[in-house]
Structures are given as structure tokens and as C-alpha cells.
């Protein structure tokens, strides 16, 4: 009898955080307290008056992307499903 393995390929998504300059500060603590590590995993703009973090992250879907983010800051958070095209190809429709 053969064996099967099911491999469950992850998706790629950019995971962007929006904050105000106001809450700049609240929203870098709201990371640190809700998983130290996903601080680090996340690019902040905050210094150039961008107040975005920025992730790039590997999830088998948008629900589970989103789980990086801080429940207090998911309101405002977008997940964006990215892709890498090796060649050019027909856009399909």
C-alpha cells in the first residue's frame, strides 16, 4: 500500500497595520504585549510620518495572516494576498 503525505503549501501575505501618529506609542506597545516576536517581524514607517507597520508573512490563509496582528489594532489592519510571477503569463480574464 503506498503512503500519502499531504503538504499544505503557505501563502504569502503583506500584512499592513495602520495607526495615527497619536497612537503610535500604544500601537507599538500593543505588539510587544500581544506577541514580543511579531514586533520584530514588522516594518514601522512611523519615522518618516508613515504610521504603517509593514509584514511580510507566510499563513495558509487571510483569517490566519491577520491572527499577527493585535486584536486591538486588527480593525484597521489590511492582509493583501501577494504572489511572485517567475515569467510573464496571460492575465486570466
Not at 510587544?32 to 514601522?44: R, S, V
Not at 504603517?52 to 480593525?75: K, T
Request: charge should be negative; glycine fraction near 4%; include cysteine.
Amino acid at each position: 500500500m503506498r503512503r500519502f503525505i499531504e503538504i499544505r503549501l503557505m501563502e504569502t501575505f503583506l500584512v499592513v497595520s495602520e495607526h495615527t501618529a497619536e497612537d503610535c506609542e500604544r500601537a507599538l506597545q500593543y505588539f510587544h504585549e500581544y506577541h514580543e516576536g511579531y514586533l520584530t517581524k514588522f516594518w514601522w514607517g512611523c519615522l518618516d510620518q508613515d504610521h504603517n507597520g509593514y509584514a511580510i508573512i507566510e499563513a495558509e490563509n487571510h483569517d490566519h495572516a491577520m491572527m499577527s496582528v493585535p486584536p486591538l489594532a486588527r480593525e484597521k489592519a489590511r492582509i493583501i494576498k501577494l504572489a511572485h510571477f517567475k515569467q510573464l503569463a496571460k492575465h486570466p480574464g
